[in-house]
């Protein structure tokens, strides 16, 4: 069986020093992700944790489906989000995505890092 995915930019490489807009995606009708965030430089000690949320149209709300660890170095970070992975804090979950979803690379300090991000979507 042929598995089909679709990559989608969410964030270009690039130095940033604090929370950018969130990165909002449509899941396309997949059922699962793969996040993949590479921090190519940093500066003293900076600190991005990535949570990857989806948007309940009912509530309007969005809510958390996992949340990264705090990324501190340079190096590649990969979440998963599928239902037929085995779930593990930080790393990944258990669960479907649908609809619209979203990362927000969020800051802590105004330390430097350069990175990028992308969701690798499985059909």
């Not at 085995?86 to 649908?98: G, R």
């Amino acid at each position: 069986m042929a598995v089909h995915t679709r990559q989608v930019t969410l964030y270009a490489s690039a130095a940033r020093t604090a929370t950018p807009t969130a990165a909002e995606f449509d899941a396309d009708g997949r059922h699962g992700l793969h996040l993949v965030i590479d921090v190519t430089a940093v500066t003293a000690t900076p600190s991005v944790v990535p949570p990857v949320d989806f948007h309940d149209a009912l509530s309007g709300k969005w809510v958390n489906l996992l949340t990264g660890a705090a990324i501190t170095a340079t190096g590649t970070t990969r979440l998963t989000i599928h239902p037929g992975v085995t779930a593990a804090a930080n790393v990944s979950a258990a669960d479907a995505i649908h609809g619209r979803m979203r990362l927000v690379m969020t800051h802590a300090d105004t330390d430097s890092a350069t990175y990028s991000a992308a969701a690798h979507l499985i059909g």
